[in-house]
């Protein structure tokens, strides 16, 4: 089974830039859209941005995030990125990387889920 990675997270000023990484054990991971979540503390999970598969040619964002958050993939890497820029103290959360078969905005369609990377932005 496909084990996925994150890393990158950390804690940066607002208005700053982190760049995540999500890490397949798989070279299959080309066949599965990738999607990012978040879970700040008392929140449930939402929705980040989501990415097909192969290509990557279709993505979604939220309307949070949407115009300082670009994700990508690098199939010869078996890895995903997500580039976060202009960050937010609201952008703080713990950060998932999550794999399935549609990308979609919904977490019940994505079955394969990374332990999460945490961000902080501070103020």
């Known amino acids: 089974q496909v084990q996925l990675v994150e890393s990158g997270g950390g804690l940066v000023q607002a208005g700053g830039s982190l760049r995540l990484s999500c890490a397949a054990s798989?070279?299959?991971?080309?066949?599965?859209?990738v999607g990012w979540f978040r879970q700040a503390p008392g929140k449930e999970r939402e929705f980040v941005t989501t990415?097909?598969?192969?290509?990557?040619?279709?993505?979604l964002y939220a309307d949070s995030v949407k115009g300082r958050f670009t994700i990508s993939r690098d199939n010869a890497k078996n890895t995903v990125y997500l580039q976060m820029n202009s960050l937010k103290p609201e952008d703080t959360a713990v950060y998932y990387c999550?794999?399935?078969?549609?990308?979609?905005?919904?977490?019940?369609?994505?079955?394969?889920w990374g332990q999460g990377t945490q961000v902080t932005v501070s103020s």
């Open positions: 798989e070279r299959t991971f080309s066949f599965y859209a």
């Open positions: 999550s794999a399935g078969w549609k990308a979609s905005m919904g977490n019940s369609d994505y079955h394969l």
């Open positions: 990415i097909s598969s192969r290509s990557g040619s279709s993505t």
